[in-house]
């Protein structure tokens, strides 16, 4: 009697730890397992638009954003149009300094001579949508530099979010690019708050949302396991892999709309990574659907 009073006791004691376990530590046990095959460091935030919930995974870890952070860029940008300083329809006139070769650039290969003029629009749509360094650039030389665009973001409240650094600077100096940095955490509330509709007018807020809807880039990451019509706004970032094979920066991070309506942002850092660029981009898109499938937070 007593070793079956025992075996019960040890029952209730499993049942009652299953019960204790609330659905953001299942979701965050799922994350840490999915992490593992990327042979690197790994920073996530997963954050819930309705109520702020957050589950992160070394989310106050100091990341390079990479292109990441053309999202920041473009909500400095955006903020100034909607206080009327700048417009959408300006032309912008650009020289061949403007347009430098040697770097990632549609625009460049679109506008191949010493000049061009464009639309403000346009180069928003390249530098967010395709990632554009030449468009980044224009962006911050449009602002006053990454300083201001760094104040703008420090202002909106969220701190642990470092803008120091251009493309051109970042691609002059291998050691530039860990300068502009985040922690998932940081970049998740920044997510947070554009998706809320709390930095921008509401034109300004569905202009960008349609944007990063547009995004090409980095297709087998957020997106890479979730249905073919998920609805997924996402900004992503990439370094080059060095002699060694280490790879320090695939990142993507973004707002995905659930089946239900509702929105979760979501946050990946991949850092210092020995694996294939398959592995790395399998990892995101893994964390990005084991969301989908518990429905959020």
């Not at 061949?96 to 346009?122: F, H, I, M, Q």
């Not at 980095?218 to 790879?247: E, I, N």
């Amino acid at each position: 009697m007593y070793r079956i009073l025992l075996v019960i006791a040890a029952s209730l004691a499993v049942v009652h730890l299953a019960s204790a376990t609330s659905p953001l530590d299942s979701l965050r046990l799922k994350i840490e397992r999915a992490v593992e095959p990327a042979q690197g460091r790994v920073g996530v935030a997963v954050v819930a638009m309705d109520d702020s919930a957050m589950v992160t995974i070394d989310g106050h870890g100091h990341y390079p954003m990479q292109s990441v952070y053309k999202f920041p860029v473009a909500l400095a940008v955006l903020s100034r149009v909607d206080s009327g300083i700048l417009s959408l329809d300006q032309k912008l006139h650009l020289t061949g300094a403007d347009l430098r070769p040697n770097t990632w650039s549609p625009l460049r290969e679109k506008y191949p001579g010493d000049s061009a003029s464009v639309w403000l629009d346009e180069v928003l749509k390249y530098t967010v949508s395709l990632s554009d360094n030449n468009g980044c650039d224009i962006l911050f030389r449009l602002v006053g530099g990454p300083a201001v665009v760094d104040r703008y973001i420090h202002a909106l409240g969220v701190s642990d979010i470092a803008i120091v650094a251009t493309e051109q600077e970042m691609q002059s100096d291998r050691t530039v690019p860990a300068r502009n940095w985040s922690t998932p955490a940081a970049m998740a509330q920044l997510l947070y708050l554009f998706g809320r509709g709390d930095v921008l007018s509401e034109a300004s807020t569905e202009y960008l949302w349609q944007l990063m809807v547009g995004t090409r880039t980095g297709p087998h990451r957020l997106k890479g396991q979730l249905p073919d019509d998920a609805l997924v706004a996402h900004k992503t970032g990439s370094s080059g892999t060095d002699a060694s094979g280490m790879t320090p920066a695939t990142n993507d991070v973004g707002i995905m709309q659930l089946p239900d309506g509702r929105r979760v942002g979501i946050v990946v850092y991949v850092a210092d990574s020995s694996a294939d660029e398959a592995t790395r981009d399998a990892v995101i898109a893994t964390i990005a659907r084991i969301v989908w499938d518990a429905g959020g937070l």
